[in-house]
């Protein structure tokens, strides 16, 4: 996977939906917000699905 991943923490609501969805990706930091902690850890349409359907659409590829 060559793209970048990441999570803009300061807009995180800390849904749990990414993690939900990919946990082999996204984790819980220790304020409670989503990170990326494998982006190489699931296919890429799985890491898509939790991209698309983020409310707050703070989870992007750079």
Known sequence: MSRNL???KD???SC???VETV???FRFDD???AEVYDPA???EEKIQ???D???VSCIHWG
């Open 6 to 8: 990441y999570v803009e």
């Open 11 to 13: 807009v995180c609501i």
């Open 16 to 18: 749990g939906l990414c």
């Open 23 to 25: 946990p082999e990706v």
């Open 31 to 33: 304020d409670n917000l």
């Open 41 to 43: 850890g699931a296919a």
């Open 49 to 51: 699905e939790a991209v």
């Open 53 to 55: 359907t983020c409310p």
